[in-house]
């Protein structure tokens, strides 16, 4: 069963889930990690439970284009996700800042 170590506000939770799991899911049904975890649509449309990846980010699938689109490549190389997308199998660490990720702004023609 994958740890998860989440860092928020200064604080630091953590507690096991099962394996293909989603933080995001488990949050919207009161589960750990609710209420400490931040999210919004569940989609990959808003960017409010971006994370970065403090460990495990090497056993998680490359990012799809959803978070390509919100994140963009910068944050991306800084190793934020979103955790939405992400169905975990492995231990990870992972921290939120205390203020939400705007989208990345659309590239310019």
């Not at 995001?24 to 970065?52: S, T």
């Not at 944050?75 to 800042?97: K, M, P, S, T, V």
Request: proline letters at 7%; aromatic letters at 6%; one cysteine or more.
């Amino acid at each position: 069963m994958p740890k998860v170590v989440l860092h928020r506000d200064g604080q630091v939770y953590q507690d096991e889930v099962k394996d293909n799991t989603n933080l995001v899911v488990r949050a919207g049904i009161k589960q750990f990690p609710y209420p400490n975890l931040r999210y919004g649509c569940g989609m990959g449309k808003c960017a409010k439970c971006a994370c970065r990846i403090l460990k495990g980010g090497e056993h998680l699938p490359a990012p799809n284009w959803k978070e390509k689109k919100q994140l963009g490549a910068v944050r991306l190389e800084q190793g934020y996700r979103l955790i939405c997308q992400l169905w975990l199998n492995h231990d990870i660490e992972l921290a939120q800042d205390l203020q939400p990720l705007e989208p990345a702004a659309p590239a310019s023609a």
